[in-house]
């Protein structure tokens, strides 16, 4: 089993819809959390990161973990076409570990 | 992209020549990573450094070597290439101020015929 699990989608909503990313995985040992943001032939860009249970919120991005159920979500408000990209769930033990990577869920917003 | 440069960013090659990539950072942060990026497998670990002189293997090394002579750069090289590493190459750091986070660069976009 890979160690982080993320439905590839595509997944096509319209522009103002509320989005919900979500990833699992199978290691408790992972403590630290983020979601990136990739554009078509661009870099990963860090869009959230958390290390606790619960929820951080950064304008119309929320990022959610449950660490009891090892599942951890992203929510897009009044999503936007800007907003369509592949977003990259990724987890890891601590500082200077690799990511260990979702594959990405590809995200479409129609005007 | 954090201050992160890669070079080149498109290269063309033939197999069982050698290639080096290089990842420059402006942001003195202690560790350093490759990645390779392909349909199906997402991002995976080639090397990793956690400082000058210091690095390791990740998931993906095999045909794959690494240096680390300054803080700021981090060379990778195949050996001799194949069309198997045909891919996207990302450098990433971390290690700064905020701890945790990665930083990727912009990528290195190669083809090997």
């Known amino acids: 089993q890979k160690e982080v699990e993320q439905d590839p989608g595509p997944l096509s909503v319209p522009e103002g819809a509320i989005v919900s990313l979500n990833c699992t995985y199978s290691?408790?040992?992972?403590?630290?959390f983020m979601w990136y943001r990739q554009y078509s032939r661009k870099g990963p860009e860090l869009l959230m990161y958390?290390?606790?249970?619960g929820n951080k919120e950064d304008g119309r991005f929320t990022a959610q973990v449950d660490k009891s159920s090892k599942y951890i979500s992203l929510f897009i408000r009044d999503s936007q076409p800007s907003d369509s990209a592949t977003y990259l769930c990724?987890?890891?033990?601590?500082?200077?570990?690799?990511?260990?990577f979702g594959k990405g869920t590809s995200l479409l917003v129609t005007p | 992209d954090a201050g992160i440069t890669q070079s080149p960013r498109h290269k063309v090659t033939e197999t069982g020549t050698p290639v080096t990539l290089r990842c420059h950072q402006t942001?003195?942060?202690?560790?350093m990573y490759w990645y390779r990026q392909d349909p199906g497998h997402g991002l995976r670990l080639i090397h990793y450094?956690?400082?000058?002189?210091?690095?390791d293997k990740g998931e993906v090394s095999d045909g794959y070597s690494v240096s680390r002579s300054k803080t700021e750069d981090f060379l990778l090289t195949l050996e001799s290439a194949t069309s198997s590493q045909t891919s996207v190459y990302f450098c990433?750091?971390?290690?700064?101020?905020?701890?945790?986070?990665?930083?990727f660069g912009p990528g290195t976009r190669l083809t090997v015929l």
């Open positions: 990433a750091i971390s290690g700064g101020a905020g701890g945790n986070e990665q930083f």
């Open positions: 990724a987890i890891t033990r601590n500082s200077g570990y690799a990511l260990n």
């Open positions: 958390t290390y606790s249970s």
């Open positions: 450094s956690y400082g000058v002189k210091d690095t």
């Open positions: 290691n408790s040992a992972f403590q630290y």
């Open positions: 942001e003195n942060h202690r560790y």
